[in-house]
């Protein structure tokens, strides 16, 4: 690294450790809580990766597979942010706030000099380097225990309902996850993508789309007539009732969203092809015994 580069290396780093210190002295000198804001905060910007990532499913950039997996993952970060900003809250800070806001303007620079000076190089910085978190079935199921702990002392909290209810999803726990997602029914209302999502849950519990399932499908499409997941269930339903022809519709507009040659449109031409099939054989067999 020349000097000049280095220069610029320094400044940036000192523009982002005051740009630190500013985030957390302000709160501490105005003398009031931001557990609640950090809160929001974390909420939003993880309905916008989960908003990004549906974006990234409808126009054929992440397959089924990629999809569910990284909706975990964003939905395990959450609940261990959570589980942490929580823990934080419940701590008691004996020193003023003020005081605490000197120490923290005075250690941190020096702790974040001092750590690169021993731990730091620029290939850290390079992505290329990061690995994915290794988030286990052990570590959420212990994450959902603390979401689980939170609802019952905040049981208003339509967004954290929401969340256990993805969680209970993810993990086959479809009577809870039912439960939570009624509960969480303000924040999922006007949503196409979890309306869907919670038809598909209840169909799996009831074994079947009569009813409550299919009325939400009905309603999940009526807000995004092009909502895969809602397609895809809603051809389900179809091939339930012995509507082959009401299938293969809705899966022709779920194809139309899907990446060409993608593993989820070569699967899905296949499912097509079977039930065409079949209504053949059907028809076929009809008659010939009348």
């Not at 302000?26 to 804001?37: A, E, K, M, N, Y």
């Amino acid at each position: 690294m020349n000097a000049a580069n280095f220069g610029l290396f320094t400044l940036l780093c000192a523009i982002m450790i005051v740009a630190t210190l500013l985030l957390l002295v302000w709160p501490l000198l105005r003398g009031r809580s931001q557990t609640s804001d950090i809160r929001q905060a974390r909420y939003a910007l993880h309905k916008r990766i989960l908003a990004e990532l549906d974006d990234d499913l409808r126009d054929g950039r992440l397959s089924s597979g990629d999809h569910q997996t990284a909706r975990q993952e964003a939905e395990a970060r959450l609940l261990n942010e959570i589980g942490s900003a929580d823990s934080v809250a419940e701590q008691q800070i004996d020193l003023p706030a003020k005081k605490l806001a000197i120490i923290l303007l005075v250690l941190i620079p020096l702790a974040a000099g001092g750590l690169y000076v021993q731990l730091g190089t620029p290939t850290a910085l390079d992505p290329m380097t990061r690995q994915r978190p290794d988030v286990g079935p052990n570590e959420i199921a212990g994450m959902v225990k603390k979401l689980e702990a939170r609802m019952a002392l905040e049981p208003n909290d339509t967004k954290g309902w929401l969340m256990l209810a993805r969680s209970y999803r993810a993990q086959a726990r479809y009577a809870e996850a039912i439960t939570a997602y009624e509960k969480a029914w303000p924040e999922l209302q006007k949503d196409a993508g979890e309306l869907a999502r919670f038809a598909g849950v209840i169909a799996i519990e009831k074994t079947s789309f009569a009813g409550r399932p299919t009325e939400l499908l009905v309603k999940s499409l009526s807000i995004n007539a092009s909502e895969p997941d809602a397609l895809m269930l809603a051809g389900s339903a179809a091939v339930e009732r012995g509507d082959i022809a009401a299938a293969v519709e809705w899966w022709n507009k779920l194809l139309a969203l899907l990446e060409p040659g993608s593993e989820d449109e070569v699967w899905l031409k296949e499912e097509i092809r079977v039930i065409k099939e079949r209504k053949t054989a059907a028809a076929a067999s009809a008659v010939t015994h009348p």
